[in-house]
Structures are given as C-alpha cells and as structure tokens.
C-alpha cells in the first residue's frame, strides 16, 4: 500500500536493497510525523517510480530504510520546459513549486533587460523543487538549471524545440487552449517562456518575434503578474498538448 509520507531519494531503488536519508529527512519522519522503524514510508528516485519502504533507524544523525515493493511505475512529464525571469524570492519559489506539480520537464531561469533578480540560490529551488514532487504524488524531479542570460538561451537553442513566448502585447488575441496569434499551441518538445515583471524589451520581443521556433502567445484580456502567466501557460498547453489532453 502506498504511504502518505513520500521522499525522494537519491537512487537507484531496487527492492531489498537499503536506503539511507539526510539528517533533514530523518528529522521530519520522527520528529514531525512521528513515525518510528517498523513504519512504512513511500520513497521515489525520479527514474523507477514509487516503492514502498520501511524505516530501519531514524536519528538526528540520518536514517536508513530497507526497499521494498514498487507501488506506482515511473511516470515522467511531456517534454515541455518552464524558462522564467526570476522575481522576487517567495514568488520565484512558488513558479519552481507550481512548475513541479504542473509537469514541466525542466526548469530554466532565465536573465532578461528588467529581470529583477539576476542571481538565484540554484540549490535551494532544487530543493522546493523536490518538496513539491514529494507533496503532489509525482515520481519524477525537474532539473532547475543556473540562470542564463536570454541572448545566449536564444543562441544555444535547440533544434526542433518550440519557444513559446507569452508576450503581454497580445493581451486581446488569447492562444487559450487550441490557438491565437501564431498558430495552434505547439506540441512538444517545447519550452514556454515568461518574461519579467516590466516585460520584454523592445530589442528582445523583437528577437523573440524572430526566432525560427518561436510561437508568441497572449493569455487573455488582463496583464498577469509573472507568477500567474507561469501557471496559466503551463496549464494551457497541459490541457492542449500535454497530458491533462
């Protein structure tokens, strides 16, 4: 039976092979769920799914748990790709988190003209991002990468990937779920982009605009704050071609 406690664990798991945990996560499974070795935890490496797995010891040391059966197979997300402007610190931990529990395939800061926070602690939205695998039932860690600026992520494109850009000029031609301005969303492999806090540069969206992968999209009538265009991009192309289609 699959547990309501769920770590993520460096792998690879197997059954009857042994675990062991950080002293953070051996912490949070006797001292704030209480739980005690004999109990069962479901624990996921990002590669073979779910397994179910018993505490053997829990200390303010570390831990070690002993693998049992697989509950869930491996399930990894469409090959779309989340590349953002960071913001401010709260709100930048919530597009990491939102990203995680909405299926993005990897997490890309990206550094523009107006970018209002030019350095991100990569470690630590690795970590939200680790947390929200854990709390959404996912088996699968989205890769959050060092920032880049926006020339060299356009430089070093890769081909056949579509490029997404949410550009708030388009606030009354909507993509919404099957189409708008440039076309029908694109399948993937894709990577959706969300500038920031003032937009795009002129010079940049003219970039964007020429872009040989690029698909410019509006999302809707109102102008979202970065954090809701990253979760109302991801959720759109979810629901057109990812796998909420």
């Known amino acids: 039976m699959d547990s309501k406690v769920r770590l993520h664990i460096a792998g690879p798991l197997a059954s009857g092979q042994p675990a062991g945990v950080t002293r953070d996560q051996a912490h949070y499974l006797s001292g704030v769920m209480r739980l005690s070795p004999g109990d069962t935890i479901t624990v996921f490496d990002g590669v073979s799914g779910a397994w179910l797995a018993r505490i053997e010891t829990a200390s303010k040391r570390g831990g070690d748990l002993t693998v049992l059966d697989r509950v869930a197979p491996q399930r990894d997300p469409p090959d779309v790709w989340l590349a953002f402007a960071p913001i401010k610190k709260a709100r930048t931990d919530f597009i990491v988190e939102k990203a995680t529990e909405l299926g993005a395939a990897r997490i890309l800061p990206v550094a523009t003209r107006f970018t209002n926070s030019e350095r991100i602690r990569r470690d630590r939205l690795q970590a939200h991002a680790v947390e929200a695998a ?3 039932g996912g088996t699968f860690v989205p890769q959050v990468e060092d920032i880049v600026p926006l020339d060299r992520l356009l430089h070093d494109w890769p081909q056949g990937r579509a490029l997404v850009f949410c550009d708030e000029t388009l606030s009354d031609d909507p993509v919404w779920a099957k189409g708008g301005h440039g076309g029908a969303m694109p399948p993937a492999p894709a990577t959706i982009l969300i500038g920031p806090e003032g937009g795009f540069a002129p010079e940049e ?17 109102r102008i ?7 979760v109302a991009a991801l959720t759109l192309w979810q629901a057109a071609r990812g796998d909420w289609s």
Request: hydrophobic share 35%; aromatic share 0%.
């Open 134 to 136: 854990e709390q959404c």
């Open 205 to 221: 969206r003219d970039r964007l605009r020429g872009h040989p992968g690029a698909v410019p999209v509006g999302l809707g009538p």
């Open 224 to 230: 979202l704050r970065a954090d809701t265009a990253a």
